[in-house]
């Protein structure tokens, strides 16, 4: 069985809505019950290096650029309006248009 965590809000890009109540209910149940480290078999060298590897890419996707940016004042308080964390909201707008050409090619 494989261990995964993934984070989001309800309504963000790509997340439509709260996970489901009986989801909720057997990941809670799951919580209750001891980790198992020795079910887990030892790593290999190549393993421990291949994980190594995908980490420092994973990171390397992660890491944000600063960048200096001019907006309408109207845009910038339609955004500031959202709250603490705005600016992260306006890089996953940018980064969601960026990846869908179309939504592109309507305001060119």
Do not use: W
Not at 70 to 88: E, F, M, N, W
Not at 91 to 104: H, M
């Amino acid at each position: 069985m494989a261990i995964t965590k993934s984070t989001g809000k309800a309504g963000q890009i790509g997340l439509k809505s709260a996970p489901p109540k009986e989801v909720l209910k057997r990941i809670r149940a799951a919580a209750k019950y001891p980790i198992n480290l020795e079910a887990a078999p030892e790593l290999s060298p190549e393993a421990l290096r291949e994980f190594a590897h995908l980490a420092a890419e994973r990171n390397r996707q992660k890491k944000r650029q600063v960048v200096t940016l001019r907006l309408i004042p109207d845009c910038l308080s339609k955004y500031k309006a959202l709250g603490k964390g705005y600016t992260g909201i306006m890089a996953d707008v940018l980064n969601y248009a960026a990846e869908n050409p179309e939504i592109l090619s309507k305001v060119r």
